[in-house]
């Protein structure tokens, strides 16, 4: 929680660009420092917390969730329950999600190659995602085709 406050504090300085449109602040340099930082790494910090809340606590339910996404996944090696064909339904209503993770991801990376390339601009911001390889012939095919391909083979 206290890092998305935190995120959410610096994303109000980097989106107010570091203070210039509050009255008396335009000669503050420490804020517009924290503007340039904070800026990039917002998205990058609620990213990283939300994949650190899916995981930890390991000890309580999130083994459990992950133990079961795995014989989900697993299926046909394990025997499938009603519990496992249930999970496999909401995978495959998640393909759209799933894909949104993906470019979420490539997005972050692709941000933060512009923050230290100092650019800015969302015509070179959006270069890389549009021609890059892996995510179009890879990723986004694969994060459409295993949760039906997961489901399939429970049906085996």
């Not at 995120?7 to 340099?29: H, P, W």
């Not at 459409?144 to 429970?154: A, C, E, G, N």
Request: hydrophobic share 55%; glycine share 6%; aromatic share 20%.
């Amino acid at each position: 929680l206290v890092l998305i406050l935190l995120s959410l504090f610096f994303f109000t300085l980097s989106s107010a660009e570091g203070g210039r449109y509050v009255d008396g602040m335009e000669d503050i340099g420490f804020f517009r420092f924290i503007a340039l930082v904070a800026a990039p790494l917002f998205p990058l910090f609620l990213f990283l917390a939300g994949v650190f809340a899916a995981i930890v606590p390991w000890r309580t339910k999130r083994s459990e969730f992950w133990k079961i996404v795995s014989l989900t996944i697993g299926a046909p090696m394990y025997h499938v329950t009603f519990r496992d064909g249930f999970i496999g339904d909401i995978f495959t209503s998640m393909v759209r999600p799933m894909r949104d993770i993906a470019f979420t991801f490539f997005y972050i990376l692709s941000g933060l190659q512009g923050w230290w390339k100092q650019a800015y601009d969302l015509d070179t911001a959006d270069l890389p995602l549009e021609t890059n390889w892996v995510l179009h012939t890879v990723i986004f095919p694969m994060c459409m085709v295993s949760p039906l391909w997961w489901r399939f083979m429970q049906n085996l």
